[in-house]
């Protein structure tokens, strides 16, 4: 049982590069999420999932796009990568049956665009 | 629009003394979740404790407790006992519709970094 795995775990990009970041999660949840973590703050929402074939904005969806592939993967393209989105991606999935509600994160992909 | 606000960047505490954690929060929605996170270091979110909005009674995990007032609208939390383990920086988050979706938003705070004293 891996968890949320996300790939890859380093990136370097250079500006207007695209690229897409994958997670997966073996836990059979429903939702997943995106969350990136510029240094120092707190996780900013991205897209969210609340279950296969659907997709929602959260805080800041521009400049990236999201597909629910499956129940099980959830990725995240950047198109024309800038240097504002340098930061730290992470994915989680959450199953609403767990009385906490709780997220379960991936270890997350550090990406930095020159 | 919901909002999380911790306003301790940093503390530091000797080991094995009590050490609280402030969030307040901001919101309209009667139903919410509130959720503590621990990062260490190494950078992966672990989750530590949850509270509903209609919790009768504050919640407590281990050594980790929250302090839940409802009217001033904070949600502090309180670990016991410190230990050098618990150095990390500790995220403050809300969920709105406690009981719908799982996948409601979940905004986070700016966090706190926890700094243990030997």
């Known amino acids: 049982n891996a968890g949320v795995t996300q790939t890859p775990k380093f990136q370097v990009l250079k500006t207007g590069q695209s690229m897409t970041l994958q997670c997966a999660q073996d836990?059979?949840?429903?939702?997943m999420y995106w969350y990136r973590q510029d240094p120092g703050m707190g996780l900013r929402l991205i897209y969210y999932?609340?279950?296969?074939?659907?997709?929602d904005k959260g805080e800041v969806p521009n400049g990236y796009n999201v597909s629910r592939l499956n129940k099980r993967e959830f990725s995240l393209r950047l198109e024309s990568a800038a240097p504002s989105q340098t930061s730290v991606y992470f994915c989680?999935?959450?199953?609403?049956?767990?009385?906490?509600?709780?997220?379960?994160f991936g270890p997350g992909t550090r990406l930095t665009v020159t | 629009a919901q909002k999380i606000t911790q306003t301790q960047p940093g503390m530091f505490v000797q080991e094995k003394e009590a050490v609280t954690l402030d969030c307040t929060y901001d919101?309209?929605?009667?139903?919410?979740?509130l959720f503590w996170y621990k990062q260490p270091s190494s950078g992966e979110m672990i989750f530590l404790i949850y509270q509903g909005s209609y919790d009768q009674q504050n919640a407590t995990e281990g050594r980790y407790s929250l302090n839940f007032q409802k009217a001033r609208k904070s949600a502090n939390l309180v670990i016991s006992a410190s230990q050098l383990g618990d150095s990390a920086m500790y995220f403050c988050?809300?969920?709105?519709?406690?009981?719908?979706?799982?996948?409601?938003?979940?905004?986070f705070g700016s966090g706190t970094r926890l700094s243990i004293r030997p």
């Open positions: 999932s609340a279950s296969e074939g659907t997709t």
């Open positions: 988050a809300m969920r709105e519709q406690e009981g719908y979706s799982s996948a409601s938003k979940i905004i």
């Open positions: 989680a999935s959450s199953e609403a049956t767990r009385p906490a509600y709780e997220q379960y």
């Open positions: 919101t309209s929605d009667p139903s919410y979740g």
């Open positions: 836990m059979n949840h429903n939702s």
